[in-house]
């Protein structure tokens, strides 16, 4: 295998594990603090994403559109919160997930009725359109190296709220102990929104970032949806190192083992499958032989 090709891999694979975090992060602190399955957390990415397209085509810049995107996001994160999941609270989750998988369609259908049916492309910055040679036929393209560097800054950030400030003080007491913080005297009614406000937009930032990388097209959210619950499920509900181990652990997989893979001919032959179905497989497989030896995840409590 060519070592260069193997290095190109590496950071597709870095990078879309940091993506993999910004999405992944949010779910998993909602459901650890919160108790709620928000399967409607995709939609967010997908708004984020369409937000991306419209404000670049209004502003001619995508820095724009990220200035402008993460506030709009945060404001329907709070408005999603106020009107719906307010009510799931306490609820069982099987009512969570027939409102939240409705709360899908909803977005869905908005989607359809303001942006259309059709895919679309976010321009990259010009600053930005250009690749960085690494032998004289192969380049890696400048854009994706800023989107990791940018993921990255991101998952230090949130490091540092989490462990540092007195907010995520709260939110890991809320994870760990949700009934002790109310007896302490904490609004949880403000905690609550906030958390799923910060979840939400992480999310939607997220589309944000990688809709110049990736096509806008409708049903992105429900594919980005999945694999962050893998993610969870891997790292740990709650956890947020979990969730970057967990999203570095499948963005490698899928980068590598799609190269790996792809280096026997005769896979395809020998298997009736594409090298893009194995490699999913071989995500969820290792979901399972996870479960099977922590049950809880990698960094998740035992119940």
């Not at 991306?52 to 820095?63: D, E, P, R």
């Not at 996001?73 to 969570?96: C, K, P, S, T």
């Not at 298997?271 to 490699?279: A, C, F, I, R």
């Amino acid at each position: 295998m060519d070592l260069t090709l193997l290095l190109i891999q590496l950071l597709n694979g870095v990078q879309y594990g940091l993506l993999l975090f910004l999405i992944a992060s949010g779910l998993t602190i909602v459901f650890g603090i919160m108790g709620v399955i928000n399967l409607a957390h995709g939609s967010f990415y997908m708004v984020g994403a369409y937000l991306a397209w419209s404000l670049t085509a209004w502003t001619g810049s995508i820095f724009w559109a990220l200035l402008l995107g993460v506030p709009l996001a945060a404001m329907l994160g709070l408005l999603v919160e106020r009107l719906f999941i307010v009510h799931l609270y306490n609820r069982d989750h099987l009512q969570q997930v027939l409102l939240t998988f409705g709360l899908i369609l909803i977005f869905n259908e908005m989607q359809s009725i303001i942006w259309g049916d059709d895919p679309h492309s976010v321009p990259k910055p010009d600053f930005l359109q250009f690749s960085i040679p690494l032998t004289e036929v192969q380049s890696y393209p400048a854009y994706n190296l800023f989107l990791a560097a940018v993921c990255l800054v991101l998952a230090g950030v949130m490091y540092w709220v989490v462990q540092k400030t007195r907010l995520g003080m709260r939110i890991r007491a809320g994870s760990s102990n949700p009934e002790m913080i109310q007896a302490l005297g904490i609004n949880t009614k403000v905690l609550f929104a906030t958390v799923f406000s910060i979840g939400t937009t992480m999310a939607a930032l997220a589309g944000l970032l990688a809709a110049p990388e990736r096509s806008v097209y409708p049903g992105i959210g429900e594919q980005v949806l999945i694999i962050s619950f893998v993610v969870v499920v891997i790292g740990g509900i709650g956890s947020i190192k979990g969730a970057f181990v967990g999203a570095m652990m499948i963005g490698l997989m899928d980068s590598l083992g799609a190269t790996i893979l792809r280096a026997f001919d005769d896979v395809e032959l020998m298997s009736g499958l594409s090298v893009d179905n194995l490699t999913s497989v071989t995500v969820y497989a290792l979901m399972a032989a996870i479960l099977l030896w922590r049950p809880a995840g990698l960094y998740g409590r035992a119940h």
